[in-house]
């Protein structure tokens, strides 16, 4: 996998969407961060209004639950994709291990890695 897209539903924690992107890398190989805002126009609107080049947002008029979020960009997606959730801030690097790790495990782009 040359390129990594990240999926994060959301739905009202704003606050935790924020610690979640924050704690995210400014690594090359991200390509794109999809943020999938569920029957939340409020937060839609402030991310979207924060949201730089890499940063898609995606507003969900009715509540669908985050299955149906993530599965509504997947078909947008090229390479590599790591589903989130809002409420995580990850680790310094762990992104890059995984993403290394992926590569090494699994070089022919067909695997799961997974954080603990």
Do not use: W
Request: proline share 4%.
């Amino acid at each position: 996998m040359e390129k990594l897209t990240i999926v994060i539903p959301t739905r009202f924690r704003l606050n935790k969407l924020i610690r979640c992107l924050d704690s995210l890398p400014a690594a090359n190989f991200i390509e794109r961060i999809y943020i999938v805002c569920d029957g939340d126009r409020d937060t839609y609107e402030k991310i979207k209004a924060m949201s730089g080049d890499l940063t898609r947002t995606v507003y969900v008029a009715e509540h669908s639950g985050s299955v149906f979020c993530r599965n509504l960009v997947t078909p947008l997606v090229d390479d590599g994709l790591l589903y989130a959730v809002d409420d995580i801030a990850f680790e310094p690097e762990s992104i890059e291990i995984a993403f290394s790790r992926f590569n090494q495990m699994f070089p022919d782009d067909d695997g799961v890695v997974g954080f603990r």
